[in-house]
């Protein structure tokens, strides 16, 4: 029985592989890419963009869950207008990033990052964390805590609590079962992420192709599965000098600010804290106006 359910499995993917995961990330693919750059480290190759090399001040920008870089672009491309040094890149499972055949842990992505900044011989960043980016740059801190100058989080999911599970492990029937399930509606399912959905029209198609790139599914699972507690990572951050800004659209749908407020005031209470009016989960997108004049003229002024 279960050879016939890995056969079914396996001619269902196939069927299936002219329209979803059917795009290989290797040097092929590399080559088709005519922006940015790659970077091999030890779990793959990192895609990444930056601009203002020479430039005394560094942002690092971390997206999201499942949305690559180009979420960050409308501020990227203000910081980089006002000479700030701007780094974006897309973590392991993500964009242009490999998706290697490992545990997708906050460590991993953490390291990822620290690693392409040794790379770029950058010893200070202000990080801003994008919703499950919090949880990076949270790692980032607790790994590398000299190279932080500043933490913002937006729309952060860094203080929520998860129950860690025993078997972290990603199995083809799950990979199957999202597949299926999942990726008729999910890029739709990405306009939940605004207040005003009906502003952004187009912004399901750039991820449909997303779910081209084979292994993005198993990513996303195991992002998840390997969610843990961070709270011991932020009570360092409390403790140490370094400065903390959260950010939040005011109606956040997706990380909901008083199903956490109470645990964020224990953990962070001498956070700086901002909500951007008219807004859910990308503030930055959906009122960039109000959330630029935050960050350029009070957090890094």
């Keep these: 029985m279960f050879k016939k359910i890995i056969l079914f499995i396996s001619i269902f993917i196939s069927c299936t592989s002219s329209q979803y995961e059917y795009i290989v990330k290797n040097d092929n693919f590399r080559k088709t890419?005519?922006?940015?750059?790659?970077?091999?480290?030890s779990n793959g190759y990192?895609?990444?963009?930056?601009?203002?090399?020479?430039?005394?001040?560094?942002?690092?920008?971390?997206?999201?869950?499942?949305?690559?870089?180009?979420?960050?672009?409308?501020?990227?491309?203000?910081?980089?207008?006002?000479?700030?040094?701007?780094?974006?890149?897309?973590?392991y499972g993500r964009g242009f990033s490999d998706n290697p055949q490992v545990k997708y842990t906050?460590?991993?992505?953490?390291?990822?990052?620290?690693?392409?900044?040794?790379?770029?011989?950058?010893?200070?960043?202000?990080?801003?964390?994008?919703s499950n980016g919090g949880r990076v740059i949270t790692k980032i801190n607790d790994l590398s805590p000299n190279l932080v100058e500043k933490l913002i989080y937006v729309a952060s999911s860094s203080f929520g609590n998860?129950?860690?599970?025993?078997?972290?492990?990603?199995?083809?029937?799950?990979?199957?079962?999202?597949?299926?399930?999942?990726?008729?509606?999910?890029?739709?399912?990405?306009?939940?992420?605004?207040?005003?959905?009906?502003?952004?029209?187009?912004?399901?198609?750039?991820?449909?192709n997303l779910l081209k790139y084979k292994g993005f599914a198993r990513a996303l699972i195991s992002t998840v599965k390997n969610h843990t507690n961070l709270d011991s990572e932020i009570k360092e951050i409390h403790n140490s000098n370094v400065k903390v800004y959260t950010i939040w659209g005011d109606s956040d749908s997706v990380i909901v600010y008083k199903n956490i407020e109470e645990k964020l005031n224990?953990?962070?209470?001498?956070?700086?804290?901002?909500?951007?009016?008219?807004?859910?989960?990308?503030?930055?997108?959906?009122n960039q106006e109000n959330f630029e004049n935050y960050l350029f003229q009070v957090i890094l002024k």
Aim: charged content about 25%.
């Design 266 to 286: 224990k953990l962070l209470p001498n956070r700086f804290e901002y909500f951007v009016p008219n807004t859910g989960h990308l503030p930055h997108i959906e």
């Design 162 to 208: 998860h129950l860690e599970l025993e078997n972290k492990n990603v199995t083809e029937k799950e990979i199957f079962d999202f597949i299926n399930d999942k990726y008729p509606s999910i890029s739709i399912g990405q306009l939940s992420d605004f207040k005003y959905p009906e502003n952004y029209p187009d912004w399901p198609n750039r991820y449909e």
């Design 46 to 91: 990192t895609y990444y963009n930056i601009d203002n090399r020479n430039a005394k001040n560094t942002l690092v920008f971390i997206h999201g869950f499942s949305v690559p870089s180009y979420i960050w672009e409308k501020t990227y491309n203000s910081a980089k207008d006002k000479g700030f040094r701007v780094i974006s890149l897309d973590l």
């Design 33 to 41: 890419i005519n922006s940015g750059y790659f970077l091999e480290q």
């Design 106 to 130: 906050d460590e991993l992505f953490a390291k990822q990052v620290i690693g392409l900044l040794e790379h770029l011989e950058i010893n200070k960043a202000v990080f801003l964390g994008l």
